[in-house]
């Protein structure tokens, strides 16, 4: 029995994903969203973690390293996500925090989130050709980390000031690094970038 721990945060769309799983003999389903997710994740002990990459908490960024904890006694979970070609950016957090299993959420049949979930229970990497696409665009994700630090601040309603206080920046720096991810996002102001960034799952 493969035991199965679907987080999505869509309370719907969870529960009826969650009751078709249920028919597969072979799979033990249990499901919770994201925000109580690390503690299912601890009293579940799942052999796979299925998780949805919209997630309505943190400006959309899920806290895909609380899935993949190593406890004292067992090895974490492996993970399956299901994502979508046009928000690269979670491709991308997705592949750094180590996921098997790729399932496009957008376009594929029912029965490919089961086929990966079983082939990623045996250790073994499981990509949906249509997110080939999003892959591309995640790995010319256009701003760097110390950029993306910067930004998600200013969504947070940071100031100049503040962001430079936070990061231990000169106000200059942080004017410099604004301009750069204005640029680099092509975007017209700073509000606009937040937005561009948000909806490629960058930030």
């Known amino acids: 029995m493969i035991r199965v721990l679907l987080v999505h945060d869509a309370c719907l769309e969870r529960s009826v994903l ?19 997710a690390p503690g299912r994740l601890r009293s579940v002990r799942p052999d796979v973690c299925a998780a949805d990459l919209e997630c309505s908490d943190a400006y959309g960024i899920p806290p895909l390293g609380e899935l993949s904890m190593r406890e004292p006694d067992r090895s974490p979970p492996r993970l399956l996500v299901m994502a979508s070609a046009n928000r690269p950016g979670l491709l991308k957090r997705a592949v750094e925090a180590g996921a098997l299993g790729y399932v496009d959420k957008e376009g594929a049949a029912p029965e490919r989130l089961v086929r990966g979930i079983r082939r ?19 790995a010319e994700m256009p701003l760097t980390r110390r950029e993306l630090s910067v930004l998600s601040l200013a969504a ?32 017209r102001n700073r509000i606009d970038a937040i937005r561009i960034s948000q909806g490629q799952g960058w930030l």
Do not use: C
């Open 18 to 36: 969650a009751e078709w799983l249920r028919r597969e003999p072979d799979l033990g389903v249990f499901d919770t969203p994201w925000h109580t």
């Open 156 to 187: 947070e309603g940071a100031s100049i000031a503040e962001i430079a206080g936070s990061l231990h920046l000169s106000h200059g720096t942080v004017r410099n690094y604004m301009a750069a991810i204005t640029r680099k996002t092509g975007a």
């Open 120 to 138: 990623v229970a045996e250790g073994k990497r499981f990509v949906d050709d249509s997110l080939g696409f999003g892959f591309l665009q995640a």
